[in-house]
């Protein structure tokens, strides 16, 4: 069975920093393209960032580009968003995804979810 598990969401200032991290599990983590999406009260879910299955290409919205970093760990089996310089537009349930294949900004290429972690940027 596998199993997406999003933690370190939060409450944080405008212009704060945060880190969230998903681990996954029942998955060949190493092969999987993984991802992070949003989504806002009252809007579609949308694309964050993307990463290969190792970590060597990454792709951002432009939105959070220069302020977002995705990384991930296969060891582990975790993939993680540091998020700085973060806006109140920033606020979201973040969730994140897998792919048993190459990752995607196209959130229907992926295969499994998290549940999502709440972040809240507001002063």
């Known amino acids: 069975q596998v199993q997406l598990v999003e933690s370190g969401g939060g409450l944080v200032q405008p212009g704060g920093s945060l880190r969230i991290s998903c681990a996954v599990s029942?998955?060949?983590?190493?092969?999987?393209?993984m991802a992070w999406f949003r989504q806002a009260p009252g809007k579609e879910r949308e694309f964050v960032a993307a990463i290969s299955w190792s970590g060597t290409t990454t792709d951002y919205a432009d939105s959070v580009k220069g302020r977002f970093t995705i990384l991930r760990d296969n060891v582990d089996n975790k993939v993680g968003l540091q998020m700085n310089s973060l806006k109140p537009e920033d606020t979201a349930v973040y969730y994140c995804?897998?792919?048993?294949?190459?990752?995607?900004?196209?959130?229907?290429?992926?295969?499994?979810w998290g549940q999502g972690t709440q972040v809240t940027v507001t002063s």
């Open positions: 995804a897998a792919t048993k294949g190459p990752y995607s900004t196209n959130e229907a290429t992926y295969d499994y």
């Open positions: 029942g998955l060949t983590f190493r092969r999987s393209g």
